[in-house]
Every structure is written in C-alpha cells, then in structure tokens.
C-alpha cells in the first residue's frame, strides 16, 4: 500500500515562502506511481488542485491561481515530491494535500490520482 507523507506547512507572512514535501513509500515491484501532484482546501471551498508533476519525463502542469508562484518538483532517488510556494497570498491559506497516481498526468483536474496524504496546514496572514 502506497503512503505519503506531507511535511513543510506552517504560518508564514504575506509575500513570504514555504516548501512543502511529500514523501512516498509502500511501492511493490511493478506498482508504478508516476504523477505526483499537490491539492489545497481552504474551509468552506472544494478541493482545488494546484500542481502535477509526471516524474517519468519532469512535466508540469499548474493551475492558474498559483502559476508563476508555485514550482512543483520530484527527488526520484528519495521518492519525495515537493511544492515550493512563493509570493504567499492569504488566499493561499489551505490545508494542503500531496496525492500520487499510477499511470501519465493528464494535467490540472484530469488526473485520477489514487493515493493521498494526511494534509499539512499552510497559514498566510497579511
């Protein structure tokens, strides 16, 4: 059974930054999880997804809220995903989730992403 594992929430200012890590374990031989992506959820909102990343070739994929902001990336060797998160806003303010799933990123809101973690809470206050 694949687990994540997030890491990196906090409360950090308006204009500041934070990097959040997912790392991942559980993997069977021939169990390919290959798209990595990150999701938020602010009280009262649904689920939005922020980014994806297909670690079999680096591609990206961004919701326009965060593009330009946000860069997600993928540490192969440690099974760990990360979001890196600048130019704070508070409404990034958000649980935020890592999620994984087997198979090509389709891009933001396509993917079917199977497996999720427990949630890191991000706070930006102003």
Known sequence: QVQLVESGGGSVQAGGSLRLSCAASGYT???????????RQAPGKEREEVAEIYTGGGNTYYADSVKG?????????KNTHYLQMSSLKP???????????????????RTVFRYWGQGTQVTVWS
């Not at 031989?29 to 999701?39: A, H, L, T």
């Open 91 to 109: 409404e990034d303010t958000a649980m935020y989730y890592c999620a994984a799933a087997r198979g090509l990123c389709l891009s933001i809101g």
């Open 69 to 77: 902001r946000f860069t997600i990336s993928h540490d192969n060797a």
């Open 29 to 39: 031989y021939g169990y390919s999880i290959s798209c990595m992506g990150w999701f």
